[in-house]
Nanobody, 116 residues
Framework: QVQLMESGGGLVQPGGSLRLSCAAS????????MGWYRQDSGKQREMVAL???????DYADSVECRFTLSRDSTKNTVVLQMNSLEPEDTAMYYC??????????WGQGTQVTVSS
């Protein structure tokens, strides 16, 4: 099964920006969906942003217009650019990849904390 390596989390002040990267251990080609979920303590895991093999993206309403998900197929990587961060964005962010052959796979997670 694919291995997903996340990087880029950290502490940022409200209004700041962070960039999360997720590198897959296999080529991101063929039929797939890839992106990010997040989970704050005591809350359910929620979808943040996803991109599919056709290049179509889907965003949570709460991050629309602030976050941008892109992919670099040559590096088997997706990147989440997060701008205008709010304290409500604080969570553990998990990279996610789905294929019809093996279903969903998760990364270990990277912490994002938005605080002054």
């Amino acid at each position: 099964q694919v291995q997903l390596m996340e990087s880029g989390g950290g502490l940022v002040q409200p209004g700041g920006s962070l960039r999360l990267s997720c590198a897959a251990s296999e080529s991101i080609s063929g039929l797939y969906q890839m992106g990010w979920y997040r989970q704050d303590s005591g809350k359910q895991r929620e979808m943040v942003a996803l991109i599919d093999s056709y290049g179509d993206t889907d965003y949570a309403d709460s991050v629309e217009c602030r976050f941008t998900l892109s992919r670099d197929s040559t590096k088997n990587t997706v990147v989440l650019q997060m701008n205008s961060l709010e304290p409500e964005d604080t969570a553990m962010y998990y990279c996610y990849m789905w294929r019809p052959t093996y279903g969903g796979a998760w990364g270990q997670g990277t912490q994002v904390t938005v605080s002054s």
